[in-house]
């Protein structure tokens, strides 16, 4: 069996920590500054993390290949399948015609004015999207809807990461939270109550920041009311939902109460008119039919949306997912690696679910075929248009996660929560950029709460904390490191033309990310010591 080492670098923790993070740096820099596509600079990364493995902690070849083609298998189910799924809804939407019809039903409904638009589409639609998919595609989704109203693509795609940090946490029907009460042993109920405090104020506060970035403080003045409503009445539906109600449902009524919300507000009351915002008309003109195109009334637009939110509701409900669920034992990997920090073996189990959340999208996908009636020659095609649009993704998001299960079998992962969580007085703060870390890597805040819930809850029992306030810190952490994850930024723009532009986009994103996650330090920190 192998045992982690700690600390493998001269007995250095500062200089193990230095070395456990290069492969993070590596694909950082790769991507944010060299400005390399996604699956180049991951692939650097997880060659410098194999390097690191073999001759600075020693991990055996065999470990090595088996921990990599684990996170691989892992990336291709239940990950990829979930995001291709969603993608696949999304052709199926345009090649029906009510992708083109739900453009249509919002230039109809809506003011002629950019900047609401994006409030709507990029903070309560693509929130709504994320509560029943995630992995990127609500990134994708909202904003090819945006390119499609006159946004520049790195500007849509920019801002909708930015957006889609708030409802990260309470995804997939609050599969994140499940997960981490699981790891942690604390209650879901109260983990996910102390969570939705956690990001209530950013939920409220992001919509006010993606706006200033856009338009400049100026415009505050011309459209707070709605920004008031839409941002307030999902962050109060995300403290009452997740205190009261339940964390399951969190997101969904969240996103549901402010995109309604926002929309009836939107009857009542309109902003001032600001040519510079409005939107080109050529952006507003129907887009020219060819033969066999379906057109009728643009509510239909509305059919996939509604359809993937009731039929994964209806799934979790049931517990469909369950149904015909394996778990694997990984060969020469399960229980071949100790772990220093926790004294237990490490586990290596891929839970094979047929029937998981990304079926349940692509049945959404089927139904909504069937609904519009949808040729079987354009149902190839929304396939074949799906297959090319994801292909490089699926190899990105496969490089990415084989290195975080690399880093977490060698001990590389470990050795950086240890490093973090002997900063004692001043791990409130840092803790949430656990969280950040490992949702970098792995691209889901699912994925980061199994990797370093538990270290959270022993490094808080260690230091006399509330072991509740930083596993929830570590959700809370990893929804801010959501837009700069490759795996999200990945399939982002698998959709645009910024194929292969990834780094631009991350380095558009990063700074934000930075702040965003230094505020909520500074929120974990006055939680802990102020408000207990």
Excluded at 330 to 340: A, E, M, R, Y
Aim: aromatic share 12%; proline share 5%; net charge positive.
């Amino acid at each position: 069996m192998f045992i982690q080492p700690l600390v493998p670098a001269g007995h250095s923790l500062v200089l193990s920590f230095l070395l456990a993070a290069t492969p993070i740096l590596t694909t950082l820099i790769l991507m944010g500054v060299l400005r390399r596509p996604a699956w180049q600079a991951t692939l650097g990364g997880l060659t410098v993390g194999v390097i690191m493995a073999l001759f600075v902690w020693g991990l055996p070849v065999s470990l090595a290949v088996a921990s990599i083609s684990n996170g691989v298998i892992f990336s291709f189910l239940p990950v990829m399948w979930i995001a291709l799924t969603a993608l696949f809804l999304f052709n199926i939407a345009k090649e029906s015609g009510r992708f083109d019809a739900f453009r249509q039903w919002i230039i109809t409904h809506l003011p002629n004015d950019r900047r609401i638009m994006l409030v709507v589409l990029g903070f309560c639609f693509s929130a709504a999207l994320e509560g029943v998919a995630g992995f990127g595609t609500p990134v994708a989704i909202t904003s090819a809807l945006l390119i499609m109203l006159g946004f520049p693509a790195l500007e849509a795609l920019t801002y909708v990461l930015i957006f889609n940090s708030a409802p990260v946490a309470f995804g997939g029907l609050g599969i994140p939270i499940t997960v981490l009460a699981s790891i942690t042993g604390l209650p879901a109920d109260t983990l996910g109550a102390t969570i939705g405090h956690q990001i209530a104020p950013f939920a409220f506060f992001i919509p006010f920041y993606v706006m200033v970035l856009y338009a400049g403080w100026s415009t505050l003045r011309q459209i707070w009311p709605v920004l008031v409503v839409s941002s307030g009445s999902f962050a109060l539906t995300l403290v009452v939902a997740s205190s009261w109600i339940t964390y399951s449902l969190t997101n969904v009524l969240s996103s549901c109460v402010s995109l309604l919300a926002t929309i009836l507000f939107l009857k009542v009351w309109k902003p001032v008119t600001d040519p510079a915002y409005a939107i080109d008309a050529h952006f507003l003109q129907q887009p020219a039919r060819k033969e066999g195109d379906w057109h009728g009334p643009h509510w239909q637009g509305w059919i996939p949306w509604i359809t993937v939110v009731l039929v994964v509701i209806v799934w979790d409900s049931l517990h469909i997912a369950k149904i015909g669920a394996t778990p694997i034992k990984w060969p020469g990997l399960d229980h071949q690696v100790f772990i220093s920090l926790y004294q237990k073996s490490y586990a290596a189990v891929w839970n094979f679910e047929p029937l998981g959340t990304g079926t349940a999208i692509l049945t959404s996908a089927l139904l909504t075929a069937l609904f519009t009636r949808l040729a079987p020659r354009k149902i190839w095609a929304a396939l074949v248009t799906t297959a090319r649009q994801g292909w490089l993704a699926v190899v990105t998001v496969a490089l990415t996660i084989g290195l975080a299960f690399l880093m977490n079998y060698s001990g590389m992962t470990y050795t950086l929560g240890y490093a973090v969580a002997s900063t004692g007085v001043l791990f409130p703060f840092v803790s949430v950029f656990l969280g950040w870390i490992a949702v970098f890597l792995t691209g889901s805040d699912t994925s980061g709460n199994a990797l370093f819930g538990n270290l959270q809850v022993a490094a808080a029992h260690q230091l006399s904390l509330d072991p509740v306030v930083f596993a929830s810190a570590n959700s809370a952490g990893g929804v801010m490191g959501k837009m700069i994850s490759p795996q999200n930024i990945t399939t982002g723009v698998s959709v645009t033309a910024l194929k292969g532009q990834e780094g631009v986009v991350l380095a558009r994103t990063f700074k934000h990310s930075l702040f965003l996650t230094i505020c909520l330090g500074l929120m974990v920190a006055v939680q802990q010591f102020i408000m207990r």
